[in-house]
Protein backbone atom coordinates (compact mmCIF):
# COMPACT_ATOMS: atom_id res chain seq x y z
CA UNK A 1 0.00 0.00 0.00
CA UNK A 2 1.55 3.73 -1.03
CA UNK A 3 0.25 6.34 1.02
CA UNK A 4 0.42 9.48 -0.15
CA UNK A 5 -1.62 11.61 1.64
CA UNK A 6 -3.47 11.34 4.95
CA UNK A 7 -6.60 12.83 6.70
CA UNK A 8 -5.75 14.30 10.02
CA UNK A 9 -9.47 12.40 10.71
CA UNK A 10 -7.41 8.90 10.22
CA UNK A 11 -4.75 9.74 12.18
CA UNK A 12 -5.71 7.44 15.83
CA UNK A 13 -3.30 9.13 17.87
CA UNK A 14 -4.88 7.51 21.47
CA UNK A 15 -1.71 5.56 23.37
CA UNK A 16 1.17 7.82 22.16
CA UNK A 17 4.39 8.12 24.04
CA UNK A 18 7.64 9.67 22.82
CA UNK A 19 9.48 7.82 20.03
CA UNK A 20 6.01 6.30 18.72
CA UNK A 21 5.71 6.21 14.91
CA UNK A 22 3.10 6.01 12.61
CA UNK A 23 2.15 2.58 11.11
CA UNK A 24 -1.09 1.49 9.28
CA UNK A 25 -3.17 -1.02 10.82
CA UNK A 26 -4.77 -2.98 7.99
CA UNK A 27 -7.28 -4.46 10.25
CA UNK A 28 -9.36 -1.37 11.52
CA UNK A 29 -8.28 0.60 8.01
CA UNK A 30 -6.59 3.75 9.82
CA UNK A 31 -2.79 4.77 10.38
CA UNK A 32 -2.99 4.86 14.05
CA UNK A 33 0.91 5.70 16.55
CA UNK A 34 1.95 2.47 17.55
CA UNK A 35 5.80 0.63 18.67
CA UNK A 36 8.73 0.49 16.49
CA UNK A 37 9.14 -3.56 16.94
CA UNK A 38 6.22 -3.81 14.65
CA UNK A 39 8.35 -2.54 11.89
CA UNK A 40 10.62 -6.23 12.16
CA UNK A 41 9.11 -8.38 9.36
CA UNK A 42 9.04 -11.39 12.13
CA UNK A 43 8.25 -10.65 15.43
CA UNK A 44 10.46 -14.04 16.43
CA UNK A 45 13.46 -11.88 14.46
CA UNK A 46 13.42 -9.58 16.94
CA UNK A 47 13.11 -12.18 19.56
CA UNK A 48 15.83 -14.06 18.24
CA UNK A 49 17.94 -10.94 18.04
CA UNK A 50 17.83 -10.55 21.64
CA UNK A 51 19.45 -13.89 22.05
CA UNK A 52 22.49 -12.16 20.41
CA UNK A 53 24.00 -10.88 23.79
CA UNK A 54 24.52 -14.28 24.90
CA UNK A 55 25.71 -15.99 22.49
CA UNK A 56 28.51 -13.53 21.55
CA UNK A 57 29.45 -14.09 25.43
CA UNK A 58 29.76 -17.45 24.45
CA UNK A 59 31.66 -17.12 21.69
CA UNK A 60 33.91 -14.40 23.15
CA UNK A 61 34.77 -16.65 25.90
CA UNK A 62 35.81 -19.43 24.14
CA UNK A 63 37.37 -17.60 21.35
CA UNK A 64 40.90 -17.88 22.75
CA UNK A 65 41.51 -21.33 22.44
CA UNK A 66 40.97 -20.78 18.50
CA UNK A 67 42.00 -22.24 15.98
CA UNK A 68 42.56 -25.43 18.37
CA UNK A 69 38.95 -25.44 20.09
CA UNK A 70 36.88 -28.00 19.45
CA UNK A 71 33.50 -27.95 16.97
CA UNK A 72 30.87 -26.12 19.12
CA UNK A 73 33.41 -22.99 18.88
CA UNK A 74 33.44 -22.70 15.21
CA UNK A 75 28.84 -23.80 15.21
CA UNK A 76 28.64 -20.85 17.98
CA UNK A 77 30.32 -19.04 15.97
CA UNK A 78 28.48 -19.22 12.63
CA UNK A 79 25.57 -19.65 14.38
CA UNK A 80 25.62 -15.56 15.62
CA UNK A 81 27.00 -14.59 12.01
CA UNK A 82 23.86 -15.74 10.45
CA UNK A 83 21.92 -14.48 13.38
CA UNK A 84 23.40 -11.02 12.60
CA UNK A 85 22.15 -11.33 8.91
CA UNK A 86 19.32 -12.00 9.62
CA UNK A 87 18.06 -9.60 12.06
CA UNK A 88 20.04 -7.04 10.56
CA UNK A 89 18.05 -7.54 6.90
CA UNK A 90 15.20 -6.65 9.05
CA UNK A 91 15.96 -3.73 11.21
CA UNK A 92 18.24 -2.06 8.45
CA UNK A 93 15.66 0.17 7.69
CA UNK A 94 14.38 1.15 11.24
CA UNK A 95 15.90 4.77 12.35
CA UNK A 96 17.93 5.31 15.68
CA UNK A 97 14.93 7.25 16.85
CA UNK A 98 12.47 4.39 15.93
CA UNK A 99 13.12 2.53 19.14
CA UNK A 100 10.21 2.44 21.46
CA UNK A 101 12.46 1.69 24.88
CA UNK A 102 15.73 3.20 25.12
CA UNK A 103 16.87 0.17 25.92
CA UNK A 104 16.92 -2.08 22.69
CA UNK A 105 18.60 0.34 20.85
CA UNK A 106 21.46 0.56 23.48
CA UNK A 107 21.06 -3.22 23.59
CA UNK A 108 21.55 -2.98 19.73
CA UNK A 109 24.39 -0.68 20.14
CA UNK A 110 26.30 -2.83 22.36
CA UNK A 111 26.00 -6.08 20.19
CA UNK A 112 27.53 -4.06 17.46
CA UNK A 113 30.33 -3.08 19.71
CA UNK A 114 30.32 -7.32 21.31
CA UNK A 115 30.23 -8.89 17.09
CA UNK A 116 33.52 -6.09 16.81
CA UNK A 117 35.13 -7.39 19.38
CA UNK A 118 34.59 -11.28 18.49
CA UNK A 119 35.51 -10.39 14.78
CA UNK A 120 39.00 -9.16 16.28
CA UNK A 121 39.46 -12.07 18.76
CA UNK A 122 39.15 -14.39 15.84
CA UNK A 123 41.78 -12.20 13.72
CA UNK A 124 44.16 -11.91 16.34
CA UNK A 125 43.89 -15.80 17.20
CA UNK A 126 44.06 -16.94 13.57
CA UNK A 127 46.65 -15.21 12.26
CA UNK A 128 49.23 -17.19 14.36
CA UNK A 129 49.88 -19.70 11.68
CA UNK A 130 50.54 -23.09 13.13
CA UNK A 131 52.92 -25.78 11.20
CA UNK A 132 51.04 -29.06 10.75
CA UNK A 133 53.09 -32.49 9.38
CA UNK A 134 50.64 -35.48 8.94
CA UNK A 135 47.99 -34.02 11.22
CA UNK A 136 50.89 -33.37 13.99
CA UNK A 137 51.54 -30.34 15.28
CA UNK A 138 54.97 -29.36 15.63
CA UNK A 139 54.79 -28.08 19.08
CA UNK A 140 56.92 -24.81 19.91
CA UNK A 141 57.38 -24.05 15.94
CA UNK A 142 57.58 -20.69 14.50
CA UNK A 143 56.78 -19.64 10.84
CA UNK A 144 58.02 -16.06 10.24
CA UNK A 145 57.34 -13.78 6.94
CA UNK A 146 59.43 -11.37 6.73
CA UNK A 147 59.40 -8.84 3.39
CA UNK A 148 62.04 -8.95 0.94
CA UNK A 149 63.45 -10.36 -2.46
CA UNK A 150 63.52 -13.90 -2.53
CA UNK A 151 63.82 -16.88 -0.10
CA UNK A 152 65.90 -17.89 2.63
CA UNK A 153 65.42 -20.56 5.52
CA UNK A 154 67.23 -21.16 8.88
CA UNK A 155 66.49 -23.84 11.31
CA UNK A 156 67.86 -23.34 15.45
CA UNK A 157 68.33 -26.88 16.37
CA UNK A 158 68.08 -25.94 19.89
CA UNK A 159 65.00 -24.26 19.60
CA UNK A 160 63.50 -26.42 16.92
CA UNK A 161 62.31 -23.44 15.34
CA UNK A 162 62.12 -23.06 11.55
CA UNK A 163 61.96 -19.85 9.69
CA UNK A 164 61.44 -18.86 6.22
CA UNK A 165 62.01 -15.31 5.43
CA UNK A 166 60.34 -14.32 1.77
CA UNK A 167 58.49 -11.80 0.39
CA UNK A 168 54.55 -11.79 1.07
CA UNK A 169 53.74 -10.24 -2.37
CA UNK A 170 54.33 -13.47 -3.81
CA UNK A 171 51.51 -14.69 -2.22
CA UNK A 172 47.91 -15.32 -4.91
CA UNK A 173 45.04 -15.55 -3.04
CA UNK A 174 41.19 -16.92 -4.56
CA UNK A 175 37.90 -16.17 -3.02
CA UNK A 176 35.92 -19.21 -3.74
CA UNK A 177 31.59 -18.67 -3.40
CA UNK A 178 29.99 -21.81 -2.06
CA UNK A 179 26.73 -22.94 -3.41
CA UNK A 180 26.40 -25.37 -0.98
CA UNK A 181 26.11 -28.56 -3.16
CA UNK A 182 29.48 -29.60 -2.50
CA UNK A 183 32.26 -29.82 -0.69
CA UNK A 184 34.68 -29.99 -3.13
CA UNK A 185 36.25 -26.64 -5.15
CA UNK A 186 38.45 -26.29 -8.16
CA UNK A 187 41.72 -23.99 -7.73
CA UNK A 188 43.21 -21.63 -10.01
CA UNK A 189 46.61 -23.29 -9.75
CA UNK A 190 47.58 -26.61 -9.21
CA UNK A 191 49.22 -27.16 -5.17
CA UNK A 192 51.52 -30.10 -4.35
CA UNK A 193 50.12 -30.82 -0.85
CA UNK A 194 47.89 -29.20 1.42
CA UNK A 195 50.67 -27.13 3.34
CA UNK A 196 51.40 -25.13 0.05
CA UNK A 197 47.90 -23.75 0.77
CA UNK A 198 46.33 -21.59 3.55
CA UNK A 199 41.96 -21.95 3.35
CA UNK A 200 40.29 -19.73 5.65
CA UNK A 201 35.81 -20.60 5.54
CA UNK A 202 34.27 -17.42 6.77
CA UNK A 203 37.41 -16.19 7.91
CA UNK A 204 38.31 -18.99 10.29
CA UNK A 205 41.47 -20.85 9.22
CA UNK A 206 41.52 -24.92 8.47
CA UNK A 207 43.91 -26.83 9.34
CA UNK A 208 45.64 -29.30 6.81
CA UNK A 209 44.45 -32.15 7.74
CA UNK A 210 40.88 -30.53 7.35
CA UNK A 211 40.81 -30.71 3.96
CA UNK A 212 43.27 -32.52 0.90
CA UNK A 213 44.21 -30.94 -2.37
CA UNK A 214 44.65 -33.35 -5.55
CA UNK A 215 46.11 -30.67 -8.57
CA UNK A 216 43.51 -28.50 -8.89
CA UNK A 217 40.81 -29.20 -6.90
CA UNK A 218 39.98 -28.89 -3.33
CA UNK A 219 38.05 -30.77 -0.67
CA UNK A 220 37.36 -29.76 2.71
CA UNK A 221 37.19 -33.03 4.36
CA UNK A 222 35.24 -31.46 7.68
CA UNK A 223 31.95 -33.10 8.39
CA UNK A 224 30.41 -29.51 9.21
CA UNK A 225 27.59 -28.44 6.50
CA UNK A 226 28.84 -25.57 4.15
CA UNK A 227 26.28 -22.59 4.09
CA UNK A 228 25.22 -21.61 0.60
CA UNK A 229 26.39 -18.21 -0.02
CA UNK A 230 29.61 -18.55 3.13
CA UNK A 231 33.11 -17.08 1.58
CA UNK A 232 35.70 -19.71 0.88
CA UNK A 233 39.52 -17.86 0.33
CA UNK A 234 42.74 -19.84 -0.38
CA UNK A 235 46.08 -18.27 -0.52
CA UNK A 236 48.67 -20.34 -2.49
CA UNK A 237 51.99 -20.33 -0.92
CA UNK A 238 53.65 -22.30 -3.85
CA UNK A 239 57.14 -20.81 -3.29
CA UNK A 240 57.96 -22.49 -0.63
CA UNK A 241 57.97 -26.30 0.40
CA UNK A 242 56.33 -27.17 4.04
CA UNK A 243 56.04 -30.63 3.95
CA UNK A 244 59.47 -31.93 4.90
CA UNK A 245 59.51 -29.58 7.78
CA UNK A 246 60.10 -31.99 10.98
CA UNK A 247 60.41 -30.81 14.79
CA UNK A 248 64.27 -30.24 15.23
CA UNK A 249 64.80 -32.03 11.68
CA UNK A 250 66.74 -30.99 8.65
CA UNK A 251 65.09 -27.10 7.91
CA UNK A 252 62.48 -28.17 5.46
CA UNK A 253 64.39 -31.19 3.93
CA UNK A 254 61.74 -34.10 2.88
CA UNK A 255 62.84 -37.55 0.90
CA UNK A 256 59.61 -37.56 -1.35
CA UNK A 257 59.57 -34.80 -3.76
CA UNK A 258 57.04 -32.44 -5.13
CA UNK A 259 58.98 -31.91 -8.98
CA UNK A 260 60.23 -34.83 -10.89
CA UNK A 261 61.62 -38.27 -10.48
CA UNK A 262 64.48 -39.52 -12.11
CA UNK A 263 66.10 -43.12 -13.86
CA UNK A 264 69.69 -42.81 -14.31
CA UNK A 265 71.85 -46.19 -16.00
CA UNK A 266 70.27 -49.66 -16.59
CA UNK A 267 70.56 -52.59 -18.96
CA UNK A 268 68.84 -52.30 -22.16
CA UNK A 269 67.73 -55.48 -24.10
CA UNK A 270 70.99 -55.84 -25.71
CA UNK A 271 72.46 -56.44 -22.45
CA UNK A 272 74.46 -53.09 -22.56
CA UNK A 273 74.67 -50.92 -19.77
CA UNK A 274 73.52 -46.86 -20.13
CA UNK A 275 74.61 -44.27 -18.94
CA UNK A 276 70.62 -42.41 -19.61
CA UNK A 277 69.39 -39.87 -17.01
CA UNK A 278 65.84 -40.33 -17.56
CA UNK A 279 63.22 -37.36 -16.04
CA UNK A 280 59.34 -36.94 -15.62
CA UNK A 281 57.24 -34.62 -13.91
CA UNK A 282 55.22 -35.29 -10.28
CA UNK A 283 52.63 -32.58 -11.78
CA UNK A 284 51.46 -34.59 -14.79
CA UNK A 285 51.51 -37.83 -16.16
CA UNK A 286 53.56 -37.95 -19.04
CA UNK A 287 56.99 -39.42 -20.33
CA UNK A 288 60.06 -39.01 -19.52
CA UNK A 289 62.48 -37.27 -20.85
CA UNK A 290 66.56 -37.72 -21.34
CA UNK A 291 67.81 -34.85 -19.17
CA UNK A 292 71.72 -36.06 -19.15
CA UNK A 293 74.69 -39.18 -18.52
CA UNK A 294 76.09 -40.75 -16.03
CA UNK A 295 80.09 -40.87 -15.85
CA UNK A 296 80.26 -44.26 -16.27
CA UNK A 297 77.35 -46.41 -17.93
CA UNK A 298 76.46 -48.78 -15.54
CA UNK A 299 73.48 -51.42 -14.56
CA UNK A 300 71.81 -51.93 -11.26
CA UNK A 301 73.53 -48.61 -9.72
CA UNK A 302 71.97 -47.63 -6.27
CA UNK A 303 70.24 -44.26 -6.07
CA UNK A 304 70.44 -41.43 -3.21
CA UNK A 305 68.66 -37.80 -3.56
CA UNK A 306 69.24 -34.62 -1.60
CA UNK A 307 67.88 -31.67 -1.63
CA UNK A 308 69.85 -30.16 -4.88
CA UNK A 309 71.22 -33.40 -6.09
CA UNK A 310 70.67 -36.93 -6.97
CA UNK A 311 73.37 -39.61 -6.92
CA UNK A 312 73.94 -43.24 -8.66
CA UNK A 313 76.14 -45.40 -6.62
CA UNK A 314 78.17 -48.41 -7.78
CA UNK A 315 76.68 -50.58 -10.06
CA UNK A 316 77.53 -53.11 -12.94
CA UNK A 317 79.99 -54.37 -13.95
CA UNK A 318 81.48 -54.16 -10.05
CA UNK A 319 81.18 -50.03 -9.65
CA UNK A 320 82.51 -48.34 -7.01
CA UNK A 321 81.51 -44.81 -8.71
CA UNK A 322 79.54 -42.41 -6.88
CA UNK A 323 78.01 -39.89 -9.26
CA UNK A 324 76.04 -36.50 -8.76
CA UNK A 325 73.83 -34.47 -10.66
CA UNK A 326 72.28 -31.84 -10.39
CA UNK A 327 68.41 -30.95 -9.88
CA UNK A 328 68.26 -27.67 -10.84
CA UNK A 329 69.38 -27.84 -14.29
CA UNK A 330 69.46 -30.68 -16.82
CA UNK A 331 73.08 -31.45 -16.73
CA UNK A 332 75.39 -34.75 -16.77
CA UNK A 333 76.41 -36.31 -13.85
CA UNK A 334 80.11 -35.78 -12.41
CA UNK A 335 82.54 -38.63 -10.11
CA UNK A 336 82.45 -37.15 -7.03
CA UNK A 337 83.83 -39.89 -4.48
CA UNK A 338 83.40 -44.01 -4.12
CA UNK A 339 82.15 -46.35 -2.50
CA UNK A 340 83.81 -48.97 0.19
CA UNK A 341 84.00 -51.78 -2.52
CA UNK A 342 82.81 -51.79 -6.21
CA UNK A 343 79.48 -53.78 -6.28
CA UNK A 344 75.99 -53.74 -8.05
CA UNK A 345 72.30 -54.68 -7.23
CA UNK A 346 72.09 -52.96 -3.14
CA UNK A 347 69.65 -50.95 -2.08
CA UNK A 348 69.56 -46.79 -1.79
CA UNK A 349 68.78 -45.22 1.09
CA UNK A 350 68.55 -40.85 2.05
CA UNK A 351 68.61 -38.82 5.14
CA UNK A 352 68.76 -35.33 5.25
CA UNK A 353 72.51 -35.25 5.17
CA UNK A 354 73.65 -38.73 3.90
CA UNK A 355 73.31 -41.03 0.96
CA UNK A 356 73.65 -44.87 2.30
CA UNK A 357 74.07 -47.86 0.20
CA UNK A 358 72.85 -51.25 1.42
CA UNK A 359 73.85 -55.06 1.12
CA UNK A 360 74.57 -56.09 -2.93
CA UNK A 361 76.78 -58.49 -4.01
CA UNK A 362 80.55 -58.81 -5.61
CA UNK A 363 79.94 -62.36 -6.97
CA UNK A 364 78.60 -63.41 -3.67
CA UNK A 365 76.05 -61.52 -1.63
CA UNK A 366 77.02 -58.79 1.47
CA UNK A 367 76.09 -57.08 4.16
CA UNK A 368 77.47 -53.86 4.53
CA UNK A 369 75.87 -50.21 5.06
CA UNK A 370 78.05 -47.83 3.28
CA UNK A 371 77.36 -43.91 3.95
CA UNK A 372 78.75 -40.69 2.03
CA UNK A 373 78.15 -37.30 2.48
CA UNK A 374 75.36 -34.39 0.68
CA UNK A 375 77.43 -31.39 1.58
CA UNK A 376 80.37 -32.16 0.33
CA UNK A 377 82.02 -34.35 -2.10
CA UNK A 378 83.73 -37.42 -0.73
CA UNK A 379 83.85 -41.35 -0.55
CA UNK A 380 82.12 -43.36 1.46
CA UNK A 381 82.71 -45.20 4.97
CA UNK A 382 81.48 -48.51 6.43
CA UNK A 383 79.10 -47.50 9.23
CA UNK A 384 77.31 -50.78 9.90
CA UNK A 385 76.14 -54.36 8.67
CA UNK A 386 72.69 -55.58 7.48
CA UNK A 387 71.56 -58.70 9.67
CA UNK A 388 72.39 -61.15 6.65
CA UNK A 389 73.97 -61.05 3.47
CA UNK A 390 71.95 -59.53 0.91
CA UNK A 391 71.65 -58.23 -2.76
CA UNK A 392 68.92 -57.26 -5.31
CA UNK A 393 66.71 -55.40 -2.36
CA UNK A 394 64.30 -52.24 -2.17
CA UNK A 395 65.55 -49.40 -0.16
CA UNK A 396 62.92 -47.18 1.83
CA UNK A 397 63.82 -44.03 3.74
CA UNK A 398 61.85 -42.71 6.90
CA UNK A 399 63.11 -39.53 8.33
CA UNK A 400 65.03 -41.37 10.79
CA UNK A 401 65.73 -44.95 9.39
CA UNK A 402 66.81 -46.27 6.39
CA UNK A 403 65.12 -49.59 5.34
CA UNK A 404 65.95 -52.48 2.92
CA UNK A 405 62.99 -55.13 2.22
CA UNK A 406 63.56 -58.37 0.60
CA UNK A 407 66.22 -59.38 -1.67
CA UNK A 408 68.75 -62.58 -2.85
CA UNK A 409 70.32 -64.30 0.06
CA UNK A 410 72.51 -67.35 0.65
CA UNK A 411 71.98 -70.97 0.48
CA UNK A 412 72.85 -70.84 4.12
CA UNK A 413 70.28 -68.17 4.81
CA UNK A 414 67.22 -68.00 2.32
CA UNK A 415 67.89 -67.25 -1.16
CA UNK A 416 64.85 -65.23 -1.54
CA UNK A 417 64.32 -63.31 1.71
CA UNK A 418 61.32 -61.39 3.10
CA UNK A 419 62.83 -59.59 5.75
CA UNK A 420 62.49 -55.85 6.23
CA UNK A 421 65.61 -54.60 8.49
CA UNK A 422 66.18 -51.32 9.73
CA UNK A 423 68.69 -48.97 10.63
CA UNK A 424 69.35 -45.73 12.16
CA UNK A 425 69.98 -42.36 10.26
CA UNK A 426 71.01 -40.52 13.51
CA UNK A 427 73.77 -42.78 14.91
CA UNK A 428 76.34 -45.54 12.82
CA UNK A 429 75.26 -49.04 13.42
CA UNK A 430 74.07 -52.55 12.10
CA UNK A 431 70.64 -53.11 11.14
CA UNK A 432 67.81 -54.80 13.13
CA UNK A 433 64.83 -57.31 11.62
CA UNK A 434 61.38 -54.86 12.09
CA UNK A 435 59.40 -57.20 10.46
CA UNK A 436 58.05 -59.27 7.06
CA UNK A 437 56.76 -58.70 3.89
CA UNK A 438 53.83 -60.57 3.01
CA UNK A 439 56.02 -62.96 1.13
CA UNK A 440 59.86 -63.31 0.15
CA UNK A 441 61.02 -61.74 -3.26
CA UNK A 442 63.99 -59.99 -5.05
CA UNK A 443 64.88 -57.22 -7.33
CA UNK A 444 62.00 -55.29 -6.09
CA UNK A 445 61.24 -51.54 -6.18
CA UNK A 446 61.28 -49.53 -2.85
CA UNK A 447 59.24 -46.31 -2.45
CA UNK A 448 58.63 -44.07 0.57
CA UNK A 449 55.82 -42.01 1.80
CA UNK A 450 56.13 -39.51 5.40
CA UNK A 451 54.35 -42.64 7.03
CA UNK A 452 54.72 -45.73 4.97
CA UNK A 453 57.62 -47.90 3.07
CA UNK A 454 56.26 -49.76 -0.11
CA UNK A 455 57.85 -52.60 -2.10
CA UNK A 456 56.77 -53.61 -5.27
CA UNK A 457 56.75 -56.28 -8.12
CA UNK A 458 60.06 -58.62 -7.51
CA UNK A 459 60.59 -62.34 -8.05
CA UNK A 460 59.71 -64.55 -6.07
CA UNK A 461 60.18 -67.03 -7.97
CA UNK A 462 57.79 -66.49 -10.40
CA UNK A 463 57.21 -62.41 -11.46
CA UNK A 464 54.56 -60.60 -9.35
CA UNK A 465 53.19 -57.21 -9.35
CA UNK A 466 51.82 -57.26 -5.45
CA UNK A 467 52.90 -53.72 -3.39
CA UNK A 468 53.08 -54.07 0.07
CA UNK A 469 53.10 -51.60 2.35
CA UNK A 470 54.82 -51.24 6.03
CA UNK A 471 54.38 -48.51 8.47
CA UNK A 472 57.43 -45.92 9.80
CA UNK A 473 55.87 -45.38 12.71
CA UNK A 474 56.28 -49.02 14.17
CA UNK A 475 58.47 -51.92 13.70
CA UNK A 476 55.39 -54.33 12.18
CA UNK A 477 55.24 -57.00 9.23
CA UNK A 478 53.92 -55.05 5.97
CA UNK A 479 50.33 -55.38 4.15
CA UNK A 480 49.75 -56.13 0.47
CA UNK A 481 47.71 -52.98 -0.62
CA UNK A 482 47.67 -53.08 -4.07
CA UNK A 483 48.92 -54.62 -7.55
CA UNK A 484 50.63 -53.27 -10.09
CA UNK A 485 49.58 -52.90 -13.50
CA UNK A 486 51.60 -55.55 -14.62
CA UNK A 487 53.87 -58.32 -13.33
CA UNK A 488 57.60 -57.42 -13.35
CA UNK A 489 61.02 -57.53 -11.78
CA UNK A 490 64.59 -55.56 -11.90
CA UNK A 491 62.46 -52.43 -11.74
CA UNK A 492 63.00 -49.31 -9.58
CA UNK A 493 61.64 -46.38 -7.69
CA UNK A 494 60.65 -42.93 -7.00
CA UNK A 495 58.80 -41.07 -4.53
CA UNK A 496 56.01 -37.92 -4.78
CA UNK A 497 54.85 -36.29 -1.63
CA UNK A 498 51.37 -38.06 -2.98
CA UNK A 499 52.21 -41.04 -4.94
CA UNK A 500 54.64 -43.99 -5.73
CA UNK A 501 56.33 -44.86 -8.65
CA UNK A 502 57.87 -48.19 -10.34
CA UNK A 503 59.70 -47.83 -13.37
CA UNK A 504 61.67 -49.95 -15.70
CA UNK A 505 62.11 -53.48 -15.51
CA UNK A 506 61.28 -56.72 -17.00
CA UNK A 507 57.41 -58.27 -17.47
CA UNK A 508 59.29 -61.00 -19.15
CA UNK A 509 60.17 -58.67 -21.87
CA UNK A 510 61.78 -55.36 -21.16
CA UNK A 511 59.74 -52.47 -20.63
CA UNK A 512 59.84 -48.72 -20.07
CA UNK A 513 56.61 -48.24 -17.92
CA UNK A 514 55.94 -45.69 -15.06
CA UNK A 515 53.16 -47.39 -12.78
CA UNK A 516 51.82 -44.45 -10.60
CA UNK A 517 50.00 -45.79 -7.06
CA UNK A 518 48.67 -43.43 -4.53
CA UNK A 519 50.18 -42.50 -0.83
CA UNK A 520 46.48 -41.37 0.79
CA UNK A 521 44.58 -44.79 0.07
CA UNK A 522 45.57 -48.64 -0.68
CA UNK A 523 45.17 -49.74 -4.63
CA UNK A 524 46.36 -50.65 -7.58
CA UNK A 525 48.82 -48.75 -9.99
CA UNK A 526 48.25 -46.87 -13.50
CA UNK A 527 50.42 -47.00 -15.90
CA UNK A 528 50.99 -43.18 -16.71
CA UNK A 529 53.97 -42.76 -18.72
CA UNK A 530 57.46 -44.66 -20.58
CA UNK A 531 60.96 -44.24 -19.81
CA UNK A 532 63.00 -43.18 -22.89
CA UNK A 533 64.13 -46.47 -23.45
CA UNK A 534 63.08 -50.37 -22.40
CA UNK A 535 65.21 -50.94 -19.82
CA UNK A 536 65.90 -52.86 -16.27
CA UNK A 537 67.85 -51.92 -13.00
CA UNK A 538 68.30 -48.14 -13.16
CA UNK A 539 68.94 -46.06 -10.18
CA UNK A 540 65.99 -43.97 -8.60
CA UNK A 541 65.76 -40.51 -7.27
CA UNK A 542 63.31 -37.43 -6.88
CA UNK A 543 63.22 -33.93 -5.84
Do not use: C
Amino acid sequence: MSIRRIHPNLIDSNNTSNGSVLVYNATNGVVEFGSASTLLADANDFATYTTLSSLIDTVNANVDALPDSAANDYNTYTTVTGLIDTVQDNVAAVDNNAWTNANDYATYSTLVGLIDTVQDNVDAQTSNTQIYVADTLLSNTALIFEAGSGISLSANATTHVTTITTSMSNVTSQEIAIDGSSNSFTLIKSAANTNMLLVSYEGILQKPREYSVDGTTLTLSNTRPLVAGANLEVRYFDFFELSGVSEGGGGGYTFQGTVSGYAAGGFSPNITQLNTIDKFPFSSDTNATDVGDLSVARAYPMGQSSSSSGYSSGGSPFVNVIDKFPFAADANASDVGDLTVPRERAAGHSSVESGYSSGGTQINPLNMIDKFPFASDGNATDVGDLTSDVRSAAGQSSATSGYNSGGYGTPSTSLTLNKIDKFSFSSDGNATDAGDLTQGRNNVGGQSSVESGYSSGGLNPALTNMIDKFPFAADANATDVGDLTQARAVTTGQSSTVSGYNSSGFSPTYVNTIDKFSFSSDGNATDVGDLTQVRLGPAGQQI
